[in-house]
């Protein structure tokens, strides 16, 4: 009787066993997770802070880059998503700020867009004034930037990105103002501007223009 009694205990803890690990490793990968996720932020808030008080000696955007940035109010953010091998698009709003030369956009943190952002730093922006829909207006150019996003999702900092986007955007509080909304900080290393006859001028923060390719 005894005998059975320790077998069936035996047998009801290897079940218990069984069906406890794949929980616990669950639970040890997403603790694992959070501390990379919190240690790659910290680094990135670091850099984020040591690049913007170098942003002084920056050379200035081309005066029609500074033109379509303070006259548009909506660009195209490209992301990579590393895990699929394919890359994620988002329509957004954004506000330039000129004192810093820099691009604040926000997101909701239960994107897919958000959670690629918190694995790179990397991103693409498209910013454009070609007529659309037969309007008949007269585009300028089509902008595509590329440089470093930063998340600022707390502190002095995030209140004033947000504070100044939702200023320029006061008719979309939704996607600018609540507890699940980060700031992004886009700074621009690198532009391609292409006019209505498909010219094309590089400009580079180490160099400025680079003259038409």
């Given at each position: 009787m005894s005998?059975?009694k320790?077998?069936?205990?035996v047998?009801?803890?290897?079940?218990?066993?069984?069906?406890?690990?794949?929980i616990l490793?669950q639970?040890y990968f997403?603790?694992r997770?959070?501390?990379?996720?919190?240690a790659?932020?910290?680094?990135w808030r670091q850099?984020?802070?040591?690049h913007?008080?170098?942003?002084?000696?920056?050379p200035?955007?081309?005066?029609?880059v500074?033109d379509?940035?303070?006259?548009?109010r909506?660009?195209y953010?490209s992301?990579?998503d590393?895990?699929?091998?394919s890359?994620?698009?988002s329509l957004?709003?954004?506000t330039?700020?000129?004192?810093?030369?820099v691009?604040?956009?926000?997101?909701?943190?239960?994107?897919?867009?958000?959670?690629?952002?918190?694995?790179q730093t990397?991103?693409?922006v498209l910013v454009?004034?070609f007529?659309?829909?037969?309007?008949?207006?007269?585009?300028?150019?089509?902008?595509?930037?590329?440089?470093?996003?930063?998340?600022?999702?707390?502190g002095?900092?995030?209140?004033r990105?947000?504070?100044?986007?939702?200023?320029?955007?006061?008719?979309?509080p939704?996607?600018?103002?609540?507890?699940?909304v980060?700031?992004?900080?886009?700074e621009v290393?690198e532009?391609?501007?292409?006019?209505?006859?498909?010219k094309?001028t590089?400009?580079?923060?180490?160099s400025?223009?680079?003259?038409?390719v």
């Amino acid at each position: 009787m005894s005998f059975a009694k320790d077998k069936s205990v035996v047998s009801t803890a290897l079940t218990l066993t069984v069906f406890a690990l794949p929980i616990l490793a669950q639970i040890y990968f997403h603790r694992r997770e959070n501390v990379k996720d919190q240690a790659r932020r910290r680094q990135w808030r670091q850099s984020f802070t040591q690049h913007k008080s170098k942003t002084w000696y920056r050379p200035p955007f081309p005066p029609i880059v500074l033109d379509l940035l303070v006259r548009c109010r909506l660009a195209y953010l490209s992301t990579v998503d590393t895990d699929n091998d394919s890359s994620h698009l988002s329509l957004m709003r954004y506000t330039y700020i000129p004192e810093e030369e820099v691009i604040v956009m926000s997101t909701n943190m239960k994107t897919k867009k958000f959670s690629m952002l918190k694995k790179q730093t990397g991103v693409a922006v498209l910013v454009h004034d070609f007529t659309q829909f037969g309007s008949g207006e007269n585009g300028v150019c089509s902008i595509t930037l590329n440089g470093k996003c930063y998340i600022v999702s707390d502190g002095p900092d995030a209140e004033r990105y947000r504070a100044a986007h939702l200023e320029a955007n006061k008719d979309y509080p939704q996607f600018i103002v609540g507890e699940d909304v980060a700031m992004l900080v886009v700074e621009v290393d690198e532009a391609r501007i292409c006019d209505i006859n498909d010219k094309v001028t590089k400009w580079n923060v180490d160099s400025g223009l680079e003259g038409s390719v």
